[in-house]
């Protein structure tokens, strides 16, 4: 098994071990360092694929029905992994295995096949150059990708991996013809629309790949994602709040789906990760700090309410770790500062600090006076320090010299 951070992370069940052997053999070959789990360290699966630069993951009936691995793809989709699906059954076979959040995830993705021949006592080798330089192809681009920057507004749904599903439009002219963005070709000039004409449009355009990619019974499942979590319930559909979504112009004329599907992607990717019993549940908030995407975000803010302190107590840390300082996280943070567990105070203290959150410090200020736990005190006195604003030092030399004050008045007692 190589270090902590490698190039490969392989993810298979239990009855696929000696193609995975096989399968890394091969890319170490190619001076590709690979992850995988051995008798000796068959914990930090969620760290490891966290940490690793692509992710392949071994399409068969074993796996498609394992929970453990559903919950890696699930991580390494929202941790934006690269995923190669390596499928090494007929695609028919694995058809019928696959669950809606699988064939959501990897509808569209390049699958590689590794399919034996019945006189074959070994594994094909046809394959491996188209998958080896793939994957270098990968590597080299998340190497140059540039990351957001500390306090970018998580709505930004930015994806870094080249490997994003692309859909074209079914009733698309010809390819040598200038396609119009979805907008303005259904909607002109106009600066908003309401929801019922803007949802009819969509329908219009993209109902046939929805039914066709991902199932007819999941259609209402992505229009519900789009008015409630993306148009946020409003009755008209603003061209700003349009553009906002779909960001990089880049994308193309179907950008607006193209962002969707991502976000529907994430969604169900982030429920599946965060269940109560998935596998890699305490792995994905300790190491998603890194990511900042809108799914990653609003997930670490709801496991702030879960019932489990000690993952209350992370999801704060993780969200520190994001550097997202957006009114939203903040007010939430700020919220935990009366949480009735000690540790989940002084995490949330501490990221607010890590945050340099201004807003936070009447109430930084109100932890450090009034709590009864000192390392409680302590945190929200580190956090104090670490906003560095004229309130926060202001609080901090009055309370000082109100010390100061005290402590004289109890020698004079006492003489």
Partial sequence: MAGDHDDVYICHHESDK?????????????????????????SGKGKALVNAQVCIVILSEESLQDKACEDAISLAYISDKPVFPVAIKDFPDLEKCLSFS????????NWVFFIASSNSSGFPTESLPVLISSIKREIEAVSHRNKPQAGEIEGNLEGGSSQRAFYKRWNSVQDDVEQIDFWEENFGSAKEVTWIKFREAFLDVYEEQINEH??????????????????????????????NFCGDASWGPDRFFLRLMDYAKGTIAMRGVFDMKSTVRLDAVQNLGQFRTAPVITSLMSLLDDKDANMRAVAAIALGKTEVRSKRVVTKLISKLTDEDRLVREATSLSLGHLKAKSAVPKLVERWRSDVISDVRQAAEIALEQVGSEESQDALRMTYLLSKEMAKLEAEEVS
């Fill in 102 to 109: 699988m064939r959501l995830i990897l509808a569209k993705l």
């Fill in 18 to 42: 000696k193609f995975a052997q096989f399968l890394a053999e091969n890319l170490r070959k190619k001076s590709l360092k690979v992850w995988e789990p051995d008798s000796d360290a068959p």
């Fill in 214 to 243: 991902i199932t007819s019974t999941k259609t209402q499942w992505i229009v519900n994602i789009l008015y409630g979590d993306v148009l946020e319930l409003k009755k008209t559909v603003a061209k700003k709040m349009y553009d």
